[in-house]
């Protein structure tokens, strides 16, 4: 399977690095971004040909005309320019396949050809290191057979989750912008460890070794059925303890809530931004 992964920025970057892990050769795959400079870092960097707009205004379309599977790994307002601009290169059977917050199937169909293939996904960056969550949306012309080929590729790298539109800015909400919440708490738990009087890489180790081995530890009682995320956060509290003291500072300062605030904030700003995009087309 030929695989072009057009705009290779973080998201696709992160992509990138989770197929290549999983088995994906190298050859398979075609990248483009806008930069010479950035071709160059990326081709050193991932062992793959990547392609610059800059040196060739043909770029993505010499990319995409090969591809099985054409990945756009662009910003949500440059989604429809770059759908625009491949149209006429792309194979009838290529499925594309938008990583894109907020840019909706129709938006993307409109500015293909009649019947082109395309799949509404919302990765997130774990993927790179084979960890990563994936919703997917299989729009009006795509196949079983075509949903169950990207599922596979991207399920190599991740759990996928096949939803309907309507679910997806919830679903960005939770697993497309979580991982930054993750890391914002693993920031500041090294940073309490510094003022504590830590050196900083030790922190900082021992923070991001926390959320690893709490994140594993919560999948797999979630896959076995053996407890949740609540079940596991009373097995750390023993009663008048150093957890509950410091889970009572979470719930006084207002954590919860501000979770789930951040949560709807993400789902809300999805929404508010295919409807700025809507206006646009
Ligand atoms: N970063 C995340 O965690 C994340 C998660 C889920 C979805 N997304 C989605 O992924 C998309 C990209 O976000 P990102 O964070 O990777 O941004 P980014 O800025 O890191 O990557 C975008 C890349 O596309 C390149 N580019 C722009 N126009 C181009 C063109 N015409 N041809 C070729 N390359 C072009 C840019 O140079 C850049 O490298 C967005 O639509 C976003 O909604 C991002």
């Known amino acids: 399977m030929r ?18 892990a999983s088995g994906v050769s190298a050859d398979d795959v075609v990248a483009t971004s806008r930069s010479a400079a950035s071709a160059r870092a990326r081709a050193a960097e991932h062992g793959v040909t990547v392609l610059a707009e800059e040196d060739d205004a043909e770029a993505n379309r010499r990319a995409a005309a090969e591809a099985d599977v054409v990945f756009l790994g662009v910003k949500p307002h440059g989604i429809v ?11 009838p059977e290529a499925v594309v396949v938008s990583v894109a917050a907020a840019v909706d199937l129709q938006m993307m169909q409109d500015a293909l050809r009649a019947g082109q293939p395309v799949i509404r996904s919302m990765p997130n960056t774990p993927l790179s290191v084979g960890l990563g969550v994936v919703g997917l949306v299989p729009g009006a012309h795509v196949t079983a057979d075509q949903t169950d080929r990207v599922k596979g590729l991207l ?37 309490a460890g510094v003022e504590l009087g830590l050196d900083p890489a030790l922190a900082a180790d021992l923070a991001a070794r926390t959320v690893q081995g709490a994140g594993t530890m919560l999948v797999e009682n979630h896959i076995s059925g053996a407890a949740d995320a609540a079940a596991l956060r009373r097995a750390v509290c023993s009663p008048n303890g150093t957890t509950e003291r410091a889970i009572g500072q979470l719930d006084s300062h207002g954590v919860p809530e501000a979770v789930v605030a951040a949560v709807k904030a993400s789902a809300d700003r999805a929404a508010e931004m295919t409807a700025q995009l809507r206006e646009q087309v």
Do not use: K
């Open 3 to 20: 695989i072009a992964m057009l705009g290779l920025g973080s998201m696709n970057g992160a992509i990138l690095s989770g197929f290549l």
């Open 81 to 91: 320019a770059l759908c625009t601009e491949i149209r006429d290169a792309l194979r």
């Open 155 to 191: 399920g190599a790298c991740g759990a996928v989750h096949v939803i309907d539109e309507a679910q997806i800015d919830a679903l960005t909400g939770i697993s497309g912008s979580g991982p930054a919440y993750a890391f914002h708490l693993a920031e500041h738990m090294a940073a």
